[in-house]
């Protein structure tokens, strides 16, 4: 069992780890999901305090969360994604690799709830909104303004979370995070960014940058 052995090894090479995927899923991985080096280091910062409930924001096949949950039994991973065959797909890998402490759900990110979470994690899950060549499959529609609102929405959510809350964003802007949560660490040439939350909303002008956003669809639009 993959899982077992990363369990008990605490790293594994990408390619062994994705052989848990059926061939069309592996074929996405260097480019769309996370890294198990990356989920390591990333999972070992949201949850070395104590037992944690973590949400990634788009989980796609569910890598992130295995590897977190298979290194940090005690704590929780969920994952949220808009596509119903990853969420089917990472709910069956759940339960044949035996991992109880990681759940999938189908779910908008307009939809989701962040109550309750007290790690967030954020893999760039709005580009292909914007970006063809970002696009996992043709399901997803190509647009500015969608990349506008849910970039929005994910703000504000962030910005209602309370003090405490960790973060981690990868290959994210930083427009996407509010001034609430203080960057504590970056690794990857930046790509990586370690973030805690010690304001509460109304301490700090929590403004997003729409500056920022616009310079970013003018720098990084590829339509078809
Ligand atoms: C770059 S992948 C990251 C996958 C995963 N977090 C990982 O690190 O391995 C981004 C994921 O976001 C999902 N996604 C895109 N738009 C979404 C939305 N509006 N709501 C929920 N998930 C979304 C995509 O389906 C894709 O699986």
């Not at 580009?127 to 500015?144: A, L, M, Y």
């Not at 970039?151 to 809350?165: A, D, I, Q, S, V």
């Not at 290959?171 to 930046?190: A, I, M, Q, Y």
């Not at 370690?194 to 956003?213: A, C, G, R, T, V």
Request: with cysteine; proline share 4%.
């Amino acid at each position: 069992m993959i899982i077992e052995k990363l369990r008990i090894q605490k790293n594994i090479p990408d390619e062994e780890f994705d052989a848990i995927y059926p061939f069309e899923i592996r074929e996405l991985s260097e480019r769309h999901w996370t890294s198990v080096y990356v989920a390591k280091i990333a999972s070992n910062f949201l949850c070395n305090q104590r037992p944690m409930k973590v949400l990634d924001i788009g989980s796609g096949a569910g890598k992130f969360c295995f590897v977190g949950a298979a290194l940090h039994p005690s704590s929780e991973f969920h994952g949220i994604d808009i596509r119903e065959n990853f969420i089917n797909l990472s709910n069956h890998i759940k339960d044949e690799q035996r991992v109880p402490n990681a759940s999938f759900f189908q779910q908008d990110v307009l939809e989701m709830n962040l109550k309750g979470y007290d790690g967030i994690y954020f893999f760039n899950s709005f580009q292909e909104k914007i970006d063809v060549s970002s696009s996992i499959d043709n399901t997803s529609e190509v647009s500015v303004e969608q990349y506008i609102t849910y970039t929005k929405h994910l703000f504000n959510e962030l910005n209602k979370l309370p003090r405490g809350t960790k973060l981690v964003t990868y290959f994210s802007e930083g427009f996407c995070v509010p001034n609430s949560f203080r960057l504590l660490e970056t690794h990857f040439h930046g790509e990586l960014k370690f973030y805690l939350k010690d304001l509460e909303p109304h301490e700090f002008n929590l403004l997003l940058n729409e500056q920022d956003i616009n310079d970013h669809i003018d720098k990084h639009t590829f339509l078809p």
